[in-house]
């Protein structure tokens, strides 16, 4: 005789305590009205419900499908007995399958067939606990079986582990691209872009497909040392994927060479195995570097088009194009520091630099929020609190000779985070060309509390980067 509670697939049994389950819901979410009160008073018993959900799972009790998940390539098998109605709430793909049987067989990955108790868990509870190595078989669990919600959950996950350092950036990128989740591809490209020399010095950077070297490659956004780091990587990265030689080629003509002084520029044409197997490639690259670095750019500017991607720096760490900047306990007052870039990259500029003045207040107020403490009829009127500001960073030449004629300045402020031991970039912000200051810098962050997002060890991490932008001149005729 079955036990008390079961019933076979199929019975009626499986309905009652289906509907026993609506009624919980249901006297979990409504309002009594106690004492004539206008508005209800909630009973909320949310709470035992999960937990009997959670027993309905584990004991099988009334369960009128059974699901056998077998790991492709072996012989395991796990077996769910579970619940058509639970299920199918959630899919309807589970709701289509099990529309008519009360059994079926499932093929998984392995890795998806190791986490599907998770997955069923969530259909039940709503709720689970994700790893970092379990995210793309979940992720790709809820896209097979069209559970959308979990979908989004496990996708926020990802983003939110990247932005702290901590996920497979490459690995999730490649997924993200597969299964076309644009926003969880940003998100990576966006990170690799932000902490590309913490990547190119991990396993990571062997796993980087062509396609994804590309994207990379094409951004001006990139944070590393300079721009012979970049090469540097990219022929480590040929040595080891050895792609046909159109990729290997067109890969070498996305490197900046103006970026790169002439003495490495040397020493690369003598030394590297990429340009040795591939330098007519790039011969006309390596000329036109040299032509640049030879002139001064108000010269060269009137014979060639400088408004190309080759004389645009990317965000170079180097001492060159900037500095850090570490402001302990920024909440408390305003501070100030100064530094100095050089004018621009070309070698006829290599000795003329820059100073910067920069200004951090952490409370800034805009004019509109400004105490004010009288209107027009002389009424008092409370003055803004100073929470009511926000942080502000201004950048400004110390002299205004600071310009040269065909270049401008853009800014960019790097914001750090520890993550494993490292400092990885979190945050970006960049001026526009004549601003002197970002005008969404810090805008969401609470520098009062220890641990934000935004703070290190109580302290902001900063790196101020200067990059020359040049402008085509009026050309002389040829």
Same mark, same amino acid.
């Given at each position: 005789m079955p036990k008390r509670g079961y019933s076979k697939p199929g019975s009626w049994g499986s309905f009652w305590a289906m509907l026993t389950l609506v009624g919980l819901v249901t006297r979990a979410a409504q309002r009594a009205d106690v004492g004539g009160e206008a508005a209800g008073t909630s009973?909320?018993?949310?709470?035992?419900?999960?937990?009997?959900?959670?027993?309905l799972l584990r004991q099988g009790n009334a369960s009128d499908v059974v699901l056998r998940v077998q790991a492709a390539g072996t012989d395991e098998v796990r077996v769910f007995h579970a619940h058509r109605l639970l299920l199918g709430l959630h899919s309807e793909l589970f709701r289509e399958l099990l529309s008519n049987q009360s059994e079926a067989v499932l093929q998984e990955p392995r890795d998806c067939a190791a986490v599907f108790d998770k997955f069923i868990r969530y259909l039940y509870c709503g709720e689970l606990t994700v790893l970092l190595t379990q995210a793309i078989p979940l992720h790709r669990l809820a896209t097979k079986y069209g559970v959308a919600s979990l979908q989004r959950g496990v996708a926020d996950y990802m983003r939110a582990h990247l932005a702290g350092g901590a996920g497979p950036a490459v690995g999730w990128y490649h997924y993200a691209v597969g299964t076309g989740d644009e926003a969880l591809r940003e998100s990576c490209l966006q990170f690799l872009a932000w902490n590309l020399?913490?990547?190119?010095?991990?396993?990571?950077?062997?796993?980087?497909?062509?396609?994804?070297?590309?994207?990379?490659?094409?951004?001006?956004?990139?944070?590393?040392?300079?721009?012979?780091?970049?090469?540097? *990587? @990219?022929? %480590?990265?040929?040595?080891?994927?050895?792609? !046909?030689?159109? #990729?290997?080629?067109? /890969?070498?003509?996305?490197?900046?060479?103006?970026?790169i002084p002439p003495a490495q520029l040397f020493q690369l044409q003598a030394r590297s195995a990429a340009l040795a197997r591939h330098g007519p490639a790039v011969a006309d690259l390596l000329l036109q570097a040299y032509q640049f670095h030879a002139a001064s750019p108000l010269h060269y500017a009137k014979f060639f088009d400088v408004n190309g991607s080759s004389f645009l720096p990317r965000n170079?760490?180097?001492?060159?194009?900037?500095?850090?900047?570490?402001?302990?306990?920024?909440?408390?007052?305003?501070?100030?520091?100064?530094?100095?870039?050089?004018?621009?990259?070309?070698?006829?500029?290599?000795?003329?630099?820059?100073?910067?003045?920069?200004?951090?207040?952490?409370?800034?107020?805009?004019?509109?929020?400004?105490?004010?403490?009288?209107?027009?009829?002389?009424? *008092? @009127?409370? %003055?803004?609190?100073?929470?009511?500001?926000? !942080?502000?960073? #201004?950048?400004?030449? /110390?002299?205004?000779?600071?310009?040269?004629?065909?270049?401008?300045?853009?800014?960019?402020?790097?914001?750090?985070?520890?993550?494993?031991?490292?400092?990885?970039?979190?945050?970006?912000?960049?001026?526009?060309?004549?601003?002197?200051?970002?005008?969404?810098?810090?805008?969401?962050?609470?520098?009062?509390?220890?641990?934000?997002?935004?703070?290190?060890?109580n302290a902001l991490h900063l790196h101020l980067i200067v990059k020359p932008v040049y402008h085509t001149l009026i050309r002389t005729p040829k």
């Amino acid at each position: 005789m079955p036990k008390r509670g079961y019933s076979k697939p199929g019975s009626w049994g499986s309905f009652w305590a289906m509907l026993t389950l609506v009624g919980l819901v249901t006297r979990a979410a409504q309002r009594a009205d106690v004492g004539g009160e206008a508005a209800g008073t909630s009973i909320n018993h949310s709470q035992a419900v999960l937990q009997r959900l959670q027993e309905l799972l584990r004991q099988g009790n009334a369960s009128d499908v059974v699901l056998r998940v077998q790991a492709a390539g072996t012989d395991e098998v796990r077996v769910f007995h579970a619940h058509r109605l639970l299920l199918g709430l959630h899919s309807e793909l589970f709701r289509e399958l099990l529309s008519n049987q009360s059994e079926a067989v499932l093929q998984e990955p392995r890795d998806c067939a190791a986490v599907f108790d998770k997955f069923i868990r969530y259909l039940y509870c709503g709720e689970l606990t994700v790893l970092l190595t379990q995210a793309i078989p979940l992720h790709r669990l809820a896209t097979k079986y069209g559970v959308a919600s979990l979908q989004r959950g496990v996708a926020d996950y990802m983003r939110a582990h990247l932005a702290g350092g901590a996920g497979p950036a490459v690995g999730w990128y490649h997924y993200a691209v597969g299964t076309g989740d644009e926003a969880l591809r940003e998100s990576c490209l966006q990170f690799l872009a932000w902490n590309l020399s913490a990547v190119v010095a991990s396993a990571e950077w062997g796993a980087v497909s062509p396609e994804l070297l590309w994207q990379l490659l094409q951004r001006s956004d990139l944070v590393l040392q300079d721009e012979l780091e970049l090469f540097q *990587a @990219l022929e %480590a990265w040929l040595g080891r994927a050895r792609p !046909p030689p159109a #990729v290997a080629e067109r /890969a070498l003509r996305a490197i900046r060479y103006p970026m790169i002084p002439p003495a490495q520029l040397f020493q690369l044409q003598a030394r590297s195995a990429a340009l040795a197997r591939h330098g007519p490639a790039v011969a006309d690259l390596l000329l036109q570097a040299y032509q640049f670095h030879a002139a001064s750019p108000l010269h060269y500017a009137k014979f060639f088009d400088v408004n190309g991607s080759s004389f645009l720096p990317r965000n170079y760490l180097a001492p060159a194009w900037g500095a850090p900047w570490v402001i302990n306990n920024p909440a408390r007052d305003d501070r100030s520091t100064s530094f100095q870039t050089q004018l621009g990259p070309s070698g006829h500029d290599a000795g003329r630099r820059v100073t910067w003045n920069v200004l951090f207040s952490p409370r800034w107020l805009p004019v509109s929020l400004r105490p004010v403490y009288a209107d027009a009829a002389g009424t *008092a @009127l409370p %003055a803004a609190r100073p929470e009511d500001g926000r !942080p502000r960073l #201004v950048v400004t030449p /110390a002299s205004s000779g600071g310009d040269a004629a065909g270049v401008s300045f853009q800014k960019t402020v790097l914001v750090g985070a520890r993550q494993q031991g490292r400092l990885l970039v979190r945050h970006a912000y960049s001026f526009h060309q004549s601003s002197e200051e970002a005008g969404d810098f810090l805008a969401h962050a609470d520098l009062q509390r220890r641990n934000s997002e935004y703070l290190v060890e109580n302290a902001l991490h900063l790196h101020l980067i200067v990059k020359p932008v040049y402008h085509t001149l009026i050309r002389t005729p040829k």
